[in-house]
């Protein structure tokens, strides 16, 4: 009678496949190399990146806006030049004013 028990192979066929289905969920929910959790980290870090691709291409649409009004108003790039840069033009004369801090 204890020889029945231990020996799959006289065990009812519901058994069997109960426990095959339950080897195969725990195998693809945790040992498998694409996992239920390497599918989900790998999903967030999927949605993290359209996330950052989706600013940058923000960014970049300003930064082409930037560069647009650069090529297009000569007066802004010379602002740009005398305040960030320090030059001038031949003949003037260039006063830095500290302020007090």
Same mark, same amino acid.
């Given at each position: 009678m204890k020889l029945e028990?231990?020996?799959?192979?006289?065990?009812k066929k519901? *058994?069997?496949? #109960?426990? /095959? *289905?339950?080897? *195969?969920?725990?195998?693809?929910s945790f040992i498998d190399v694409? #996992? /239920?959790r390497t599918r989900w980290e790998l999903s967030?870090?999927?949605?993290?990146?359209?996330?950052?691709?989706?600013?940058?291409?923000?960014k970049s649409d300003v930064l082409k806006v930037k560069l647009e009004s650069l090529e297009s108003d000569p007066a802004l790039l010379e602002k740009i030049a005398r305040e960030q840069y320090g030059m001038?033009?031949?003949?003037e004369t260039v006063y830095k004013i500290k302020t007090k801090k």
């Open positions: 028990i231990l020996n799959p192979l006289r065990w519901s *058994v069997l496949f #109960s426990l /095959l *289905v339950a080897f *195969v969920i725990v195998w693809f694409y #996992s /239920l967030q870090r999927k949605n993290e990146l359209k996330q950052r691709t989706d600013e940058l291409h923000v001038r033009k031949p003949g």
